[in-house]
């Protein structure tokens, strides 16, 4: 990565095939976004939040599946 070529060849790659899943992913409901600045508290309580979200998810879901 240390010319322009191939910084350019990896954004056009990027702009292609990465950044649509990321859409995607939002429209899913599974794109969790978290700054990443800040204070560092801040951050990790941010992360926490959303693992814990995800968790009581599958949690449900899980529970859900048994239940049947």
């Known amino acids: 990565d240390d010319n322009a070529e191939t910084i350019r060849k990896r954004l056009e790659v990027y702009h292609s095939q990465t950044a649509p899943l ?19 508290e801040e ?3 941010a992360l926490c939040g959303v693992i814990d979200n995800v968790w009581l998810k599958y949690i449900s879901y899980i529970s859900k599946r048994v239940d049947k």
Do not use: M, P, S
Not at 22 to 40: C, F, Q, R
């Open 22 to 40: 990321a859409a995607w992913y939002t429209a899913e409901g599974k794109l969790h976004a978290i700054k990443g600045y800040g204070a560092l």
């Open 43 to 45: 951050i990790n309580a």
